[in-house]
């Protein structure tokens, strides 16, 4: 007989995914990518064109921590007139020894609270130890999410968001004030983009946004940025200041694949001889491993630009099984 198969819906996920927990297994999945003992095929997608849309198909093994899952995810970027995240998955966990089916979760949140966590994770090792200012350029999901996840590797004092649209930038601010009311924690909104960066010790970028966002003249020495928007039509940093930084990806097979795979901010530049594929400067699990170095001076601009590869969700999804087995969360159900 089969076993049985444990369901756990999208309150089960948010309830079970711890996030510090989550950010140390980001930093085991990255390692394991860049000593090649991972399994992560790239990215495969069928295109929904008429909602500039995909469905994504992303499998991974992780060897060193035995997690084997596959994503699969549906990328509706005008989802958000809508009130509907983008990024919408179901994750499929299976027993490395058997192959058995284990369990079938959300990976919405997932997507979302694994995304920020590897900005997080890119904070803790890249920017600043004095960081203490946070800018978000965005007002969604990704926005949200890192407002939750990149505080935890620096002391951060201040956050501002700003978004295109002002309403939801204030709705956001006012959500995000009420989380950190008992704290000393001040949340506030930009009127700009630029506006938000001045100063800034961290900036996050996580717009669908077929224009840069990032542009070289907003960014300031020593800031450490991150990137997780893909867009096939446009990039969210410019190619002056992806020229400029100390750019580390999560896998450079990845970052440098055609779309829906790469990342068209790292793509163009090379393709237009400004920067050559060598600029990449680092995987984020060669820092991890310290095979690579990172921040050299406090004045040096650091880009972290991700575009989401199967080895965090692999990861992520694994935290959640176990955690769910020990506490026996979740509804068995037969196939």
């Not at 076993?3 to 297994?25: C, K, Y």
């Not at 992560?40 to 992780?62: K, N, S």
């Not at 990328?75 to 809508?82: M, T």
């Amino acid at each position: 007989m089969m076993p049985g198969m444990r369901f756990l819906s999208r309150r089960d996920v948010e309830t079970l995914l711890d996030p510090d927990r989550l950010i140390q297994a980001l930093a085991s999945a990255m390692a394991d990518v860049s000593e090649g003992r991972a399994s992560i095929p790239p990215r495969v997608a069928a295109m929904v064109d008429e909602r500039d849309a995909i469905l994504g198909a992303m499998p991974g093994y992780l060897p060193t921590s035995s997690r084997l899952a596959a994503k699969l995810v549906s990328v509706f970027p005008h989802n958000d007139v809508l009130g509907i995240p983008s990024h919408q998955a179901v994750i499929a966990v299976f027993d490395p020894e058997t192959g058995t089916p284990a369990a079938i979760m959300d990976g919405t949140a997932i997507t979302a609270l694994r995304t920020a966590a590897g900005s997080a994770l890119s904070t803790r090792l890249l920017a600043r130890d004095d960081a203490t200012v946070l800018a978000i350029l965005g007002t969604g999901v990704q926005a949200r999410a890192h407002a939750t996840m990149v505080p935890r590797t620096r002391p951060i004092s201040e956050i501002r968001i700003a978004g295109r649209d002002p309403a939801r930038a204030r709705a956001l601010v006012d959500e995000l004030g009420e989380r950190t009311a008992a704290g000393d924690m001040n949340v506030r909104v930009a009127e700009t983009f630029g506006r938000a960066m001045e100063g800034a010790d961290v900036v996050c970028a996580t717009t669908h946004s077929p224009e840069p966002v990032i542009r070289r003249a907003s960014v300031e020495d020593g800031m450490h940025l991150t990137s997780v928007g893909v867009n096939r039509d446009g990039p969210e940093v410019d190619a002056e200041t992806v020229r400029d930084s100390l750019v580390v990806v999560e896998s450079r097979s990845a970052a440098l694949a055609p779309y829906p795979a790469g990342a068209v901010d790292l793509l163009r530049p090379i393709e237009d001889g400004i920067i050559g594929p060598d600029h990449l400067h680092a995987e984020i699990g060669e820092l991890v491993l310290g095979t690579r170095p990172g921040r050299t001076s406090p004045d040096q601009i650091t880009l972290y630009k991700s575009v989401g590869i199967a080895a965090q969700d692999a990861a992520a999804a694994g935290l959640v099984l176990e955690a769910a087995e020990a506490t026996g969360a979740g509804t068995i159900v037969d196939l």
